[in-house]
């Protein structure tokens, strides 16, 4: 018979060996992720016409970037929710490959715009996100401190952000360098707030989900990054 996925205690009460099993996990199932992310990507872009035809769905109409949104959106939390979810492994498995390739698909006119107009950006722009990521990570398990605290903040910052980018798309106006600046900063506090829910607050067995949070916060910090290094030129 299965073992069931859920555990009655957080990993932080866990003995030594657990935790450290636990972290090895997410972070694994995390570079798992991002080589699915580079690999789909790299895919979509120099073997299928999915750049161009994305463009010209976008060049439609603004609201076109509102069904592209909405569509990620409704993917993204299906994604986490079977992340999330204690009925499998093969469940949770399937939210993170989901949740993946719904990335992916977001990021197409994106890296399409990078790879034909903008020479080097997306290496650049991978590396300072890597960069940031590595220090936020260290500082997270360095201090041990618990960021759950930011959890609410973190909400009402990406529903404003969200508002905002809504709003630009429906009334045609530029959110411009500071924007993704402030959601760059943004990005920042949700990892150091899912790193510290790694290692204070997550069941041993949720690695998968550990890995999601953490994904979906490098991949909004590796956009807005990106946006900036391309505005350069």
């Known amino acids: 018979m299965e073992q069931s996925l859920h555990t009655p205690f957080v990993v932080a009460q866990a003995e030594q060996s657990v935790r450290s099993a636990f972290i090895r996990n997410t972070y694994l199932h995390l570079a798992y992720a991002v080589l699915g992310f580079i690999v789909i990507e790299y895919f979509f ?16 109409g603004a609201y076109m970037w ?19 979810s204690e009925a499998s492994k093969a469940k949770q498995y399937a939210g993170l490959s989901l949740f993946v390739i719904g990335e992916s698909i977001i990021f197409i006119p994106l890296l399409y715009m990078a ?13 300072a ?14 201090t041990k401190k618990d960021f759950s605290f930011l959890g609410g903040m973190l909400k009402v910052g990406f529903i404003i952000a969200l508002v905002l980018i809504g709003a630009s798309i429906v009334f045609g106006f530029n959110l411009g360098m500071l924007f993704s600046a402030a959601m760059i900063l943004l990005a920042a506090g949700s990892i150091l707030y899912n790193t510290s829910n790694i290692i204070h607050h997550y069941h041993p067995s949720q690695y998968v989900a550990a890995s999601v949070g953490l994904f979906a916060s490098l991949a909004t910090m590796f956009w807005y990054v990106l946006r900036i290094f391309m505005s350069r030129d």
Request: charged letters at 5%.
């Open 129 to 142: 996100t890597g960069g940031l990521f590595i220090a936020l990570t260290m500082i997270a398990f360095t």
């Open 115 to 127: 790879t034909t107009f903008h020479e080097g950006a997306i290496t650049q722009a991978a590396i």
């Open 66 to 84: 509102l069904v592209v949104l909405g569509g990620f959106m409704g993917v993204s939390a299906l994604a986490q929710g079977m992340a999330n």
């Open 45 to 60: 872009i120099n073997y299928t016409n999915l750049g161009p035809m994305m463009m010209k769905f976008l060049s439609k």
